[in-house]
């Protein structure tokens, strides 16, 4: 089965292991920031803290696990972008450079 290479995407599986491994840094992140600003910008005490910053945590790597993923699939089915290759640069270069030629014929004969 040959496949063009226009015709290539991410699997889903691809989507959903890059879906957790980000989230697993961004709510790390959430969870620290979270309990940081709760534990002294309020007078919880430390498990009051973790609770609270474990909770915030925990919805935000549900709830964004789940968008991420439909952003991600999304953008699978744009090609903008991803497949620039010198070979399309060089085709790009030759059809510019024809409209030039041309332009440059039409000029020289209406002289």
Request: glycine share 0%; hydrophobic share 35%; net charge positive.
């Amino acid at each position: 089965m040959t496949q063009s290479k226009y015709k290539k995407k991410d699997s889903p599986t691809r989507s959903v292991l890059k879906a957790i491994s980000w989230r697993i840094i961004a709510s790390a992140a959430t969870f620290v920031i979270t309990y940081t600003i709760i534990r002294y910008s309020s007078d919880k005490n430390e498990t009051q803290a973790l609770r609270f910053a474990s909770t915030i945590a925990t919805v935000d790597v549900i709830a964004k696990l789940v968008l991420y993923y439909f952003h991600e699939r999304l953008w699978t089915n744009i090609y903008w972008g991803k497949y620039w290759t010198k070979k399309a640069w060089r085709r790009k270069y030759r059809k510019m450079h024809k409209k030039l030629e041309a332009l440059k014929d039409s000029n020289s004969q209406t002289k």
